[in-house]
């Protein structure tokens, strides 16, 4: 507890959750739409005003301090750091903050550990200093917080679902407008995420090109976004040098997946939700190519033992799955599984 670290009862305590992706991925960064949901566990912070940066991380039993002028050091300081460096890059009086975190999201599986430390770190800060900052605000210095402090290039899709969306409820998210809408889950299912226990090793390197490719796609085409084409200009993508083809039809026929989905869901008929989860993995698979071996046995798997629907979530290259279940099959969803992917981490 804070007070048992730096001697003092703390003035403000703030929470945030991980999130797991339903459907909508890679289309983040290229102005698309998203359709992720919190997860039951968080990340907390207790905290006071300080001048420049003390924490301590429960998850390491770290204690680390920081000047406000030094830079990323590549630790976890880094995404607190962040946040108050962004909040002064933006005129806000901060002169720093004394913490105590604890956290509650598993870490590396893609679960957005790091936005919800970003999330709760400035929702702590909004509390502390009392900044007149909404949630689409603070997700958004999160984002600017971890792209320019932390130096990781990622779009608004996690810091949003974090900082937005609501337990129980899918987030359809417009990406370019930022415009938002809770979709409640289906009654007598489960969303099981499931670690296929493979560290996302390659998935900066891979993110970044990824990105470029997508830029380069709209550089050939003429456009600002991929959000700017539809399913009629499929036939035009085949045009582009090959993978940019692939590279542009998985984003088009994402979105498509992300409004028809959640449509599907909200009329009840989850059978073509999910049926739109294993498409979007087969494009994810194929077309975008950041699926490995171990995730596409893993969602086999999950087919195979009963899910309506199943894919990798994330950035891919290794991490979590999701797989929509009937609650009343769970149990015996998830002994299949683990028999046939031991691995297998179910959250
Ligand atoms: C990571 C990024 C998100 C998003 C996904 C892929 O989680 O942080 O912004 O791009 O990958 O959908």
Redesign the pocket.
Known sequence: MFKDVFGIEPTVSASAPGRV?LL??????NGGF?FPTPLPYQTHIEAAAAEGLEAYAENFRERKSRGLNEARQGDWLDYIAGCVWVLRRHGYAVPGLRAYIRSEVPMSG?L?SS?ALEVATLRALRALYQLPLDDVRIALLAQQAEVEYVG?R?????QMASSVGRLGYGLFLDTQSLQTRLAPLPQGYRVAVVDSAVPRRLAESG?NTRRSECEQACRLLGVKSLRELSPADLPRLETLPEPLNRRARHVVTENQRVLEGVQALEQGNIKRFGELMVASHRSLCDDYEVSIPELDQLVEAELRHGAVGARLT???FGGSTVALVEASRYEAFKQGVLQDYPRARFF
Request: aromatic fraction near 10%.
């Open positions: 992706n909508g991925e890679h289309t983040d960064y998203v893609g957005s936005a990781v990622c779009g608004i899709m996690d993110y994330g950035a891919g």
